[in-house]
């Protein structure tokens, strides 16, 4: 997966690829890969967006508008990958780290329910990928939701920890993806599938 969004180019730090983001602009999701971490067992990670009011709102595009009005590309969740391009983690950011709008958990995790990446030119099989990885991961989303709430209920002025630059990854879980692949198999299996 890695490769097809940076298309065999280096991987700069804090570069997004590929370059422009990948965004469904009918469906109104959204997501990018970069690499800027170091000493742990992840490569870079996945931003996901989801592009929607002040309170969590779709608006969708008309014919020949260039962009989504009083829309902004709010943070999901992230998906940590490892040198192999495999999933081994999921975390959630501080709003500062992305900006967009901020919304507690059931709204987030309604628009986590919205997110959808058609098929965008070139990137047909990882927009098929992280729309079934996100519907499979969804118990643990929601979780990792709820947790990064609960953390920012502590403060006791939520509009400044939001900007608080000591306040970066929220919440984190870490995931076995081939694990969860071959329950999902030896499943399968059970049912006759």
């Not at 047909?124 to 990064?148: A, K, Q």
């Not at 608080?164 to 870490?174: A, F, G, I, K």
């Not at 081939?178 to 599938?193: F, H, K, T």
Request: hydrophobic share 40%; net charge negative.
């Amino acid at each position: 997966m890695i490769q097809n969004w940076i298309a065999g180019r280096e991987v700069l730090e804090f570069e997004h690829y590929p370059p422009d983001d990948l965004v469904d602009v009918r469906k109104g999701s959204q997501f990018y890969y970069h690499a800027h971490r170091d000493g742990d067992q992840e490569h870079g990670h996945l931003h996901l967006f989801w592009h929607a009011t002040a309170t969590g709102r779709r608006r969708y595009l008309k014919p020949g508008q260039p962009r989504w009005n009083r829309t902004e590309p709010t943070h999901l969740f992230a998906i940590s990958l490892d040198a192999r391009g495999l999933p081994v983690g999921l975390f959630t950011v501080n709003q500062w780290v992305t900006d967009g709008h901020w919304f507690d958990a059931a709204t987030t995790l309604a628009c986590v329910d919205r997110f959808e990446m058609g098929a965008v030119q070139g990137y047909e099989h990882s927009c098929r990928w992280l729309t079934g990885f996100v519907r499979l991961y969804r118990p643990l989303i929601n979780d990792l939701l709820m947790r990064r709430d609960r953390r920012m209920a502590r403060r006791s002025d939520l509009a400044k920890a939001l900007q608080d630059r000591d306040l970066e990854v929220l919440s984190l879980t870490p995931i076995d993806w081939i694990a969860d692949m071959d329950a999902l198999e030896a499943e399968a299996v059970r049912r006759g599938l």
